[in-house]
């Protein structure tokens, strides 16, 4: 055993086979036979939620238990009320590239080849692992492969490959299997929300209580916080919430796409659904009687927002004129559904080095990882924009720990992080320029027009002629107050991201089946960096809600005590057949100005929210079957019972 002689869950590693091959190492594991004791089995799915452990908050003292008022007296005194409980699977992420990395040994330094979201950190667990400084452990991943927050936390392969790498005095190369992506590394845990709303006969909420449990391993508390959205989306003077685990036998699960607010708007934006239903009001015109002008949990005024304006110009979906009650294509039925979408902001201290020659390229250079949202495009684009030359003549190098310190890419704080850090490198590089020829720096960077791209690239090269310098490197930093390495957005002021969905179903009554015909989806997130990489984002995380919704589940088997289907033959993933050759995405015009030099905020899993809620009451519309149990499958739409 690596650490004690007590398996904790099926896939947990017990020995590692080391090999000239991949078959001779497939082969001896094959050999290796492990005598066991058995002990009692804790199934999670049945364990007694009990509350987490108070580290599990993260510092934050609202975090598992939050109050606002009397919630549950003033539900109980509310002339109209909504109860539900609302439930959701586990899912894996399954990232078209399995985790693998590459360890080796030099000199006393270990340098590392990884598919992951941060360098920095699994740096720093090595070195931490191996009793050695920092700067002994250089960690590479460029490309991330895909991670959706699979790759984020720092799993054992890492550590069993360069240990088996120093023991073995030679490199090793580790390669996660599909199947040990299900039981090796992380998940997006099962979760219980029950929710009770209570209203006023005007719609305006008068409590808001929301509790949630989701499963977790015996060897640690990880808490999907999915009751945050209670307290942020909308205005009420009462909100209760609390956060409860089911400790089981299982591996531990972890952040996946949109975790917090994914789950959350899943549960609240139903509740909200069923509630305007029993005030027989439109559930658009209910959400806008109780808008939140400030943050709801304590009145702290928005960093900025626009949800308001979102609402608005997403109902050119047809919302107003929608036939109320569905209709009919054919056979199929047809309804129509909406939801809000909302996702808490992460910055991350992160610095950039930006240097410009002669010639008038430049290059980016910091430790982010491209995990697929583009910030290899968006990152030079910020330095061509500042420096006012051709993004061509722009180059990034990222995803080593030798280059300046970046941020994660996780939490959708890449952007704001490191584009605040590029922007003020490039801007260095122009002060130092300015500052040769004692000129403005607007002046160098040709603001006024007066100089052509052309003739910028002449002054550039003049300039540097005249200093005698063959470059200038430039360096940028995102500090956070304090000191600190994280925050949730600038202090005194509440950050987040909103939108509204629009989403159209069809229903076949005869066989449950279920198909996405189409979707409008508005967004207030600050400042658009690239329209194109930001618009690719929203879609995708539209895909990304409609599988949660309709088709994904990771089903545990507590008779065998491990994940029932461990490959993508037996988990239904949306693919291009399931999505409209057209989806409906746009921007609101906005700047915030507390988000950093470019007002601009993180979106990268924005539009995976509110998604699933705006499905099923879709579904509801065209069929008055109201499922509270993700995924929307055709036995649970043909149960009579529902």
């Known amino acids: 055993m690596f650490v004690e002689n007590v398996v904790r869950y099926w896939g947990q590693p017990v020995a590692m086979v080391l090999a000239e091959s991949l078959e001779a190492a497939e082969g001896a594991a094959a050999r290796v036979r492990v005598s066991y004791e058995r002990e009692p089995f804790i199934s999670p799915d049945t364990a007694v939620p009990v509350p987490p452990s108070p580290e599990s908050g993260y510092g934050m003292l609202d975090a598992l238990e939050f109050r606002k008022g009397d919630a549950a007296g003033a539900f109980a005194k509310a002339p109209v009320r909504a109860v539900g409980t609302y439930t959701q699977p586990s899912r894996h992420g399954n990232p078209m590239e399995p985790s693998a990395v590459v360890a080796k040994w030099h000199d006393g330094r270990l340098t590392v080849h990884d598919s992951v979201q941060h360098v920095y950190a699994v740096r720093d667990a090595l070195a931490a692992t191996f009793g050695i400084a920092s700067d002994k452990v250089r960690v590479i991943a460029p490309h991330t492969g895909g991670g959706f927050g699979t790759k984020a936390f720092i799993w054992p392969h890492e550590i069993l490959a360069s240990q088996a790498a120093r023991a073995a005095g030679r490199p090793v190369k580790l390669v996660l299997t599909r199947q040990d992506m299900y039981c090796i590394v992380g998940y997006q845990p099962l979760m219980e929300h029950r929710v009770r709303l209570g209203a006023n006969e005007d719609g305006e909420l008068q409590a808001v209580v929301h509790e949630v449990d989701n499963v977790t391993a015996v060897t640690d508390d990880y808490v999907e916080f999915g009751s945050v959205p209670s307290k942020a989306l909308y205005a009420s003077p009462r909100i209760s919430t609390s956060q409860r685990v089911r400790r089981g036998h299982i591996n531990l699960s972890s952040f996946m796409r949109s975790p917090i607010d994914g789950p959350g708007t899943w549960a609240l934006g139903f509740a909200m659904d069923e509630l305007a239903h029993t005030l027989s009001m439109d559930p658009l015109t209910l959400r806008l009687v109780n808008y939140a002008e400030s943050h709801p949990a304590d009145g702290t005024p928005w960093s900025s927002k626009k949800l308001r304006e979102a609402c608005e110009e997403g109902a050119r979906f047809g919302w107003w004129d929608r036939p109320k009650g569905g209709t009919r294509d054919g ?24 240097r410009l020659r002669a010639d008038c390229t430049a290059t980016v250079e910091a430790g982010y990882t491209d995990i697929g949202a583009g910030s290899t495009t968006m990152f030079p684009q910020i330095a061509a924009q500042t420096l006012g030359i051709d993004i061509s003549s722009v180059k990034g190098i990222s995803g080593d720990t030798d280059l300046p310190y970046a941020g994660p890419a ?10 605040t850090a590029v922007h003020l490198a490039a801007n260095d590089v122009l002060r130092q320029l300015a500052d040769v020829l004692a000129w403005p720096a607007d002046e160098v960077r040709g603001d006024s027009g007066a100089l052509t791209w052309h003739d910028r690239r002449r002054s550039y090269a003049d300039i540097l002629r005249a200093a005698e310098r063959d470059e200038v490197v430039g360096n940028g930093e995102m500090v956070l107050p304090g000191g600190a390495s994280a925050d949730a957005g600038a202090p005194g002021v509440a950050s987040r991201t909103f939108g509204a969905m629009f989403i159209e179903v069809g229903v076949d009554p005869d066989f449950g ?30 895909v990304w809600g409609w599988g949660m919704a309709a088709m994904e589940a990771s089903r545990f088997e507590p008779n065998l005590g491990r994940w029932l289907s461990q490959d993508l033959a037996g988990v239904p993933l949306p693919v291009n057949a399931d999505i409209p050759p057209h989806i409906d995405v746009s921007f609101v015009d906005e700047f915030d100005p507390h988000a950093g030099p470019l007002g601009a905020k993180g979106i990268g899993e924005l539009s995976a929210t509110g998604t699933a809620a705006a499905v099923a009451n879709a579904v509801f519309h065209a069929t008055g079957r109201r499922v509270r149990d993700l995924p929307i499958t055709p036995e649970k739409l043909l149960d009579p019972r529902m």
């Open 410 to 419: 996780y939490g959708s704080g890449t952007t704001i992080a490191m584009g």
């Open 331 to 354: 056979h199929w039925l047809i309804g129509c559904g909406m939801a809000d979408c909302t996702q808490g902001q992460f910055r991350f201290t992160s610095h950039a080095r930006v």
């Open 513 to 542: 089946l279920l198909r996405l015909r189409r979707a409008t989806g508005v967004y207030s997130v600050g400042a658009v960096v690239n329209e194109r990489t930001d618009r690719s984002q929203m879609i995708g995380g539209l």
